[in-house]
């Protein structure tokens, strides 16, 4: 067998993986299936998809194993029911869109986004980095062709120069997106995240530059951006969820600073010294899950630090900070600090604000970088999406933000000092 | 606030969870609430509802804390909503139906099966030892009253006088049953686990001694039970699933009796030490979650002893062994395991025979430690179902039974001697 | 029993109905199920909910008995889950606002909007009519009271003084859109009409005037008013749903112009002689019901007339015009006209000018003549709902309109005379 | 064109209904097209799936329409997705499957059951006579061959010599009834007919006489069996639809007795002329659906028959006899029968025995005229699913029975002789 034959190799018998969100998932070509079996892609049953959101919705327990399967169906499917005989689709990018679906959030560290913000890494880079570099996944996508791999990770860049299948995978009305609303909304057990995908797939036409959808579709369409919209507001922005991610970060935080501060741990955490370090390698990353994160946070609460150990103790029993909307003020925040500190609360771990925004939909224009959804009319034209939707041009480029303020409630009814108590106390009221 | 008072205490607000089997469970009681927030019920988030089952079914990753929740869920609608005001039931022991179902499963390890397998632990010895022990939970308990611990304890070992609270949770279609057969059937995505529990919940009613339904119910029991019949071969015992079961029970086995023969560990396996000994407390034992055990399968990946090394890396990358149907021949077993040996594989960690056995349902008679299910009449008589139902009486009793042999393929192929090579593979053969 | 005793008796046993939207729909009140066994009542399965729709959604087949024990069923909840042992709430208005709502679509009848538009009448005045008049629901209701009848006609006429209970039934979200949007969903199959109506229920607040929902509520609600726009346009104003009306339409003014004219029907049209002279009784309206027009229908095919004839046969087998996008311009509509006319195909019943509009949301404002939504912040004020959510200010107040040009296709081909062909086929491709 | 390009020519752009049970009906051969136009395919709009039952189950009000529409849809998929390109299927055939699939049941009569058995018409040769008569259907058809309308009855009679063909629409585990169940249960919302259609699709495997499931399927097998047997225990043999059904068989027999005794109607039963003298054509009985038949029930209650009249009043208003558990024994049917009589009450109208019974699934034997279901093992054998099946073999060949009376109570409550009535009384309370 020849380099280039392995892409389209198919499987002496078509394999099955029974889904919630597509029935089941088809696996037919040797790649992928081989791809599917690499430690790299396994390891992500071991990285929530949704991160700490399950100390909120208990249900959220799913692992981007499954979503990584899910994008690669769908992907499969617009290629192999609406793509395939049309003119602008070439069948020899199957391969190529196929392996960057199933790809495309292989380098999410554990509960990604607390761990990028603390340790300063970036799950695009490491995803190239994994695709790239000296590990199973990368051995498997050069059997394809030697460039292959770069080719891959070039996809999930969005720098290659196949635009068409840069946006399957990437856009504002993608195979990832459709996937993580479905998803989400099953293992939440919400209603929001749905909308008609069979509808929308359906009426998927290829271009050269990007994925079309028939205007008939415009309401389905509709529908999707909108599902996306009450997923952001009632799911991942929840302001309990978000109450998790607080204390997850502001833990990791004081492990990391407590270790630059020479303290000596109880138990040396020698998984986190790279990351605290910043200087971890390919392996090193890929070894890290969320299983040693759980194992690290656990061993903690027995630190003879008080302020880890507790941080530490309250992410395991779930003993999350309270919020309090907020305008996000700095004369108030500020203020806030000062009276923490004062009250002998240090505000670096115990005083948090968060602030949380989505823009739902945008066309392209100077500054917005999004790539517009682009309908194809009976005769032939295009228009963006936004120029024939009354709802989608309503939300286009408004950006909504909302702010909360996280601490801990007992600690301040606990301050001694009356008067900081007090002050404290009648500030927050007046959030309220 | 007298130490009675306590165990009917409302809250000032109804919590409610969302959850996709439920909707919404809804807690309303004071004791629920401060229970769920313990360190020990927080725990049940670390261990998986269907243990090494996600290796087949990749969804199946939720956890007892859901199940848990869910449990507790049906027991107060069949008290709210179909018991409250009939004569045979004391709304004083509402207390101790919750209480006993939201703990049913509070003593569970992680990998539940393998864990009490290869160390001799017993999940319903270590619920009550958690619910009676020195812990949050009994701490919470006890407000209720003194002997309130020893009492929830006696219901879920079904040495409690109260036969009908004991029935609500456990007999042959009790809370536990009814949900997580629609749990693990949503998880895994499949259609076997549906039935009409609204229906069945309806048609409860209590007696001195046990549950009853009426008999317009009894084609809802039947599905029931049929729902449960199909769980168990399509799901629970899928010889793919039950293949991760195996590899994980030779690790641990193989780590103990590592440990046992002195072998010196690269990573002290600290955690492990007191099950390895049979030493272990209760906090030990609350302490050891799935987070420890695949934090330390993924260090036993590095260490030097290429069994444990092998196995652990097969679990974790998910390279499973191979599974045959086979008859329970013990002279086919030990002719394989002595040519296995001959070829220098160790059939005492790479081939392994696995019986799986479900006895559907079964009514009350010598030995069969059943508790039946009995239809309500109109004319208010009792009757077994089995003697109503030909569906149900075509498998009461029945024990259907099921092997499999486990070893890893490719090991086979690579054995050099080729006669003993041949003679395994040709053995294999005729079983298929 | 006194009178007022007959509004609060309860059935001996409880009564259900298998409902696939609420699962099961519960009757305890004996007014309720005297009610439902009115032949006025029964009537309503003979009534589609949807008329027409079937012919362009294959599964729009349910009728309205199903939607009414549905809107009865959702205000039954709101009682008993949410309103009862509130303040604002009086349970002495419990057999009103049950009544209103089981009731609130009686005087619909066949085919509804044809029906209305071709016979000019109301079915609000008739729903009064039957309420108040001498039937069968009437002689139910005045057992509760002698002006119970004339109570439950009020609310639905929205002129009763309770506001509150006028609320739950007709307000921009109340139980009737929540039933009708969840029904019309499932029955046609689509993903649209979904929302969380469990939450919506639960925090639903009774105040003296109206229903609020807890600001906690308003994604939900946001959910609630987008479902509703994505049904009015991808379903209720779908251009083939109405192509079916549009037919219907046409063949009842067909004739009843004729019955006009004089013309001597084949099959003497008895039922429809009221209708065509405007002096229909209740008895007549209640009498006429879907099976009578369907076989009208049916008997007109044989009919000499030939656009009577003509018409009947292509709604009963379902051969369509066709329909086209159109500006609305009354210069294009007069020209095609004239040229219809001129090719001797009559306008009047072949060539028809469609235009639909909706508008989603509005608030209380001079011409809205809307109840808005209101939300009950945790402060306990009170806000109206577009001007805390962003997406429904986007739509608030503003009407969507459409137009749709249908006419018979291949008549058009058929024309002889090629001038004006070619003439009418150009204006036709101008528009599409 | 060619004749035979007809039957295998595409539509130029694929068409698709939405349906709820499939998601979307695909349609891209003309022949399928041209089919479901015809005034006869059109007609099972009027023709309820279910019949009666809509007066037990109030949402089963779903037409013949879209069950023919699904079963063509599951025969297209098992043939595009399971045996296109395997040996044993010839692709010549997929029109001849697909007609006879969507044609199945194209001589339903109205409210079929009762039709049958009062008229003795017989769906079945109404099938084949509208397919091979004068016929819009039968013109359609012939545009494929000559030959072709005569082969499709064939396949539907079971007559036809390709065994494959007719095993994918008539077998134990058919097009059909995947069909049906599914959709039955969807819309009467109850929870028993499902199982896991995809997975069966998945392994069915065409050899020259049947279709084969592949042994791996068994317990999706076992899963569909049960919910058959469920869905007729359940919904098609519930008591209250049965009675429904009852009181239309007495209500057609009565008129039909009168016109053959010579009674004087009000309004001439034109239509039904041909049924009660037993000469119908083709085209009076594709005339005759149900709105016709309701049309007449409606005008008999005007009848001055009192019999008729009342049968008919209570059909409409659905004011239903009442239905008690029974041995099947004539002497007490005869005994209460003659205490009817004396008592004045019309036996042979007000007086029925039903017996239902069902046999779920037997094999090939004597006598039992079976088509069994027949696995293929990994070894390519073929086996009996009750061989393999502990489930199945336990039900295999056992017919269950049950009686019901039917009677309306109120009448007996209101006989005057106290003789009779007691006795009467006591006679019933004896059988409850």
């Given at each position: 067998m020849s380099e280039t034959d392995y892409g389209t190799k198919k499987l002496f018998e078509e394999k099955v993986f029974?889904?919630?969100?597509?029935?089941?998932?088809?696996?037919?070509?040797?790649?992928?299936?081989?791809?599917?079996?690499?430690?790299?892609?396994?390891?992500?049953?071991?990285?929530?998809?949704?991160?700490?959101?399950?100390?909120?919705?208990?249900?959220a327990e799913h692992s981007r194993f499954g979503h990584s399967l899910g994008v690669y169906e769908i992907v499969r499917r617009i290629i192999d029911e609406s793509f395939r005989g049309r003119e602008a689709w070439n069948d020899a990018d199957r391969p190529l869109a196929l392996c960057a679906a199933l790809l495309h959030d292989l380098g999410h560290g554990p509960f990604s986004h607390s761990f990028e913000k603390i340790f300063d890494t970036d799950h695009e880079a490491f995803t190239q980095a994994i695709i790239t570099g000296d590990t199973e996944v990368n051995e498997v996508l050069s059997r394809v062709s030697p460039t292959f791999p770069q080719e891959v990770a070039e996809v999930i860049n969005k720098t290659h120069e196949n635009k068409l299948v840069i946006s399957m995978i990437s856009s504002q009305i993608d195979a990832d997106r459709m996937d993580y609303l479905q998803r989400d909304a099953y293992f939440t057990g919400v209603?929001?995240?749905?909308?008609?995908?069979?509808?929308?797939?359906?009426?998927?036409?290829?271009?050269?530059?990007?994925?079309?959808?028939?205007?008939s579709g415009m309401h389905a369409v509709e529908n999707f951006i909108m599902s996306r919209y009450q997923m952001y507001w009632q799911i991942y922005f929840h302001p309990v969820s978000r109450g998790g991610e607080v204390l997850l970060n502001n833990t990791l935080k004081r492990a990391k600073e407590l270790y630059q501060d020479g303290y000596e741990?109880?138990?040396?955490?020698?998984?986190?010294?790279?990351?605290?370090?910043?200087?971890?390698?390919?392996?090193?990353?890929?070894?890290?899950?969320?299983?040693?994160?759980?194992?690290?946070?656990k061993e903690w609460i027995k630190e003879r630090?008080?302020?880890?150990?507790?941080?530490?103790?309250?992410?395991?029993?779930?003993?999350?900070?309270?919020?309090?909307?907020?305008?996000?003020?700095?004369?108030?925040?500020?203020?806030?600090?000062?009276?923490?500190?004062?009250?002998?609360?240090?505000?670096?771990?115990?005083?948090?604000?968060?602030?949380?925004?989505?823009l739902p939909y945008d066309y392209?224009?100077?500054?917005?970088?999004?790539?517009?959804?682009?309908?194809?009319?009976?005769?032939?034209?295009?228009?963006?999406?936004?120029?024939?939707?009354?709802?989608?041009?309503?939300?286009?480029?408004?950006?909504?933000?909302?702010?909360k303020l996280y601490f801990p409630k007992e600690l301040i009814y606990n301050i001694e000092d009356d008067a900081i108590r007090e002050r404290i106390i009648s500030i927050l009221n007046e959030l309220n």
């Open positions: 029974k889904d919630p969100i597509h029935r089941y998932i088809h696996v037919k070509d040797q790649v992928i299936w081989d791809l599917i079996k690499t430690k790299e892609f396994q390891r992500l049953r071991r990285i929530k998809q949704l991160g700490t959101l399950y100390l909120s919705f208990h249900t209603s929001y995240g749905k909308f008609d995908m069979e509808r929308i797939l359906r009426l998927m036409r290829p271009t050269k530059d990007e994925v079309l959808i028939k205007e741990f109880e138990r040396f955490p020698t998984d986190f010294i790279p990351f605290f370090e910043g200087t971890m390698t390919i392996e090193q990353y890929v070894d890290l899950d969320e299983a040693v994160v759980l194992y690290y946070l630090d008080p302020i880890l150990s507790d941080l530490a103790r309250r992410f395991i029993n779930r003993d999350l900070f309270k919020f309090l909307p907020f305008d996000g003020s700095i004369i108030t925040m500020n203020e806030l600090r000062e009276l923490f500190e004062e009250a002998g609360i240090n505000p670096n771990y115990y005083f948090v604000s968060e602030s949380f925004s989505d392209d224009r100077p500054g917005s970088n999004r790539q517009p959804i682009h309908l194809l009319q009976r005769n032939g034209k295009i228009r963006e999406i936004s120029s024939q939707s009354m709802v989608i041009q309503s939300i286009t480029g408004i950006n909504r933000q909302d702010y």
